[in-house]
T-cell receptor, first 117, second 113 residues
Framework: DTEVTQTPKHLVMGMTNKKSLKCEQH?????MYWYKQKAKKPPELMFV???????INESVPSRFSPECPNSSLLNLHLHALQPEDSALYLC????????????????FGAGTRLSVL | GDSVTQMEGPVTLSEEAFLTINCTYT??????LFWYVQYPGEGLQLLLK?????DKGSNKGFEATYRKETTSFHLEKGSVQVSDSAVYFC????????????FGKGTLLTVNP
């Protein structure tokens, strides 16, 4: 089973709203990732969590706030977003964030399609 | 830095045609190579992988061989179906940054009946 579950599938929010995206995996993976994907583009890495600690922040604006409550869950808290933040937000997980071969293979969820009005 | 170059589409084929999507890469050390597929309105699915030179990844009739001498990982399928219509991304993870997937720009494939 290589399932990563993301909720909600769709989200519409105003620029003053606060909302959260949720990601869950039960594969025992210790690395989890948030990506942002604009239409007709490849995903862009936002954050990496390794063993529940934030290890990489790709210079993401502070209106995006990640959280990893436990090894199976990853949240992305959204506040005061801009219309240009509208995109598909993808979560991924891997066995680990280091090492070669099977440990760094990333498995993706179906994504949350976010629209900011 | 690492980079992936794949043929830009769109690619349009008739059902049962042969498919090749070219992918070449530049990376430090010995990268792991991947093909991901994204069906309309969905997330990315891992299609196949290869972690060392001369490895052949295969899945659902798709194949790709890790060619170190030509730094390539071309995707092939002998007979495409309408259900193969999707965007295909070639990607790598290198020893330089074990966590970071470097993606190509993606190739849109449309298969007509």
């Amino acid at each position: 089973d290589t399932e990563v579950t993301q909720t909600p599938k769709h989200l519409v929010m105003g620029m003053t709203n606060k909302k959260s995206l949720k990601c869950e995996q039960h594969m025992g993976h210790r690395a989890m990732y948030w990506y942002k994907q604009k239409a007709k583009k490849p995903p862009e890495l936002m954050f990496v969590y390794s063993y529940e600690k934030l290890s990489i922040n790709e210079s993401v604006p502070s209106r995006f706030s990640p959280e990893c409550p436990n090894s199976s869950l990853l949240n992305l808290h959204l506040h005061a977003l801009q219309p240009e933040d509208s995109a598909l937000y993808l979560c991924a997980s891997s066995q680990d964030a280091v090492g070669r071969e099977a440990k760094n293979i990333q498995y993706f969820g179906a994504g949350t399609r976010l629209s900011v009005l | 830095g690492d980079s992936v170059t794949q043929m830009e589409g769109p690619v349009t084929l008739s059902e049962e045609a042969f498919l090749t999507i070219n992918c070449t890469y530049t990376a430090t050390g010995y990268p792991s190579l991947f093909w991901y597929v994204q069906y309309p309105g969905e997330g990315l699915q891992l299609l196949l992988k290869a972690t060392k030179a001369d490895d052949k990844g295969s899945n659902k009739g798709f194949e790709a061989t890790y060619r170190k001498e030509t730094t390539s990982f071309h995707l092939e399928k002998g007979s495409v179906q309408v259900s193969d219509s999707a965007v295909y991304f070639c990607a790598l993870i290198s020893g330089g940054s074990n966590y970071k997937l470097t993606f190509g720009k993606g190739t849109l494939l449309t298969v007509n009946p």
